[in-house]
Every structure is written in structure tokens, then in C-alpha cells.
């Protein structure tokens, strides 16, 4: 039922900055939680930012560089990243999770539907 958008990924230098969005349509309620996770092939999907519980959290590595807001009427959840690196290269999805008791933010499998990913690219 509900869709998961991902956009605004795209190709940067290093120290540039991209503002990814992600639009959950087909719903009637507010998530509890949205989340961001990124991958890179060969490895699993690595907790970068979320919006859960009404609180913004990050992972270490963006701390400082990546702002999360959310619009709760358009359900719609910006990741601002700045000063981004090579490293940053991934593939970057987005995941919601409806509603829960408990606030596992940070771990993948705690999420109920994930979008198909946008890729950022950051050149040397």
C-alpha cells in the first residue's frame, strides 16, 4: 500500500553537498519513524540517519555533516548532506516503520517497507 520515493541523488565532488527526499504516498497516517540507511555492493546496509519518535538520530560517521527534517502532513523526509567524501558513495534508502513500542532506529531489519534507493556518487 504504501510507496517509498527516494530522490535528489546524483553525482558530486568531494565537499559538495545533496539534499536526497523521500516521499511515502498511499498513506493516511504519519510513520512512527523514517529512516536512511546506505550500501555499497558487498556490504550490508549501514544505519546513516532518522526521524524516529519525534527525535532526529546519526550514525557517527555523518554526525556533523547530515541535517534530518521531516514534513509530518506531506510525509516526507529531507537528509541534508554536506560536506561530502568518496566514502559517501552508496546507495542511499529509505525506510519506514509504522508504528512499534519500542525505538530501534538503528537496525535495518526493524523497519516494515524500504524504498528502491538513490544513488550518490562523490568524485575525488
Known amino acids: 500500500q504504501v510507496q517509498l520515493i527516494e530522490s535528489g541523488g546524483g553525482l558530486v565532488q568531494a565537499g559538495g553537498s545533496l539534499r536526497l527526499s523521500c516521499v511515502a504516498s498511499?498513506?493516511?497516517?504519519?510513520?512512527?519513524?523514517m529512516g536512511w540507511f546506505r550500501q555499497t555492493p558487498g556490504k550490508d546496509r549501514a544505519f546513516v540517519a532518522a526521524?524516529?519518535?519525534?527525535?532526529?538520530y546519526y550514525a557517527d560517521f555523518v554526525k556533523g555533516r547530515f541535517t534530518i527534517s521531516r514534513d509530518h502532513s506531506k510525509n516526507t523526509v529531507f537528509p541534508e548532506m554536506n560536506n561530502l567524501e568518496p566514502e559517501d558513495s552508496a546507495c542511499y534508502y529509505c525506510?519506514?516503520?509504522?508504528?512499534?513500542?519500542?525505538?530501534?532506529?538503528?537496525?535495518?531489519?526493524?523497519?516494515?517497507?524500504w524504498g528502491k534507493g538513490t544513488q550518490v556518487t562523490v568524485s575525488s
Open positions: 526521524h524516529s519518535g519525534g527525535s532526529a
Open positions: 498511499g498513506r493516511t497516517l504519519s510513520a512512527y519513524a
Open positions: 525506510a519506514e516503520k509504522r508504528s512499534c513500542g519500542s525505538n530501534a532506529y538503528g537496525e535495518a531489519s526493524w523497519y516494515d517497507c
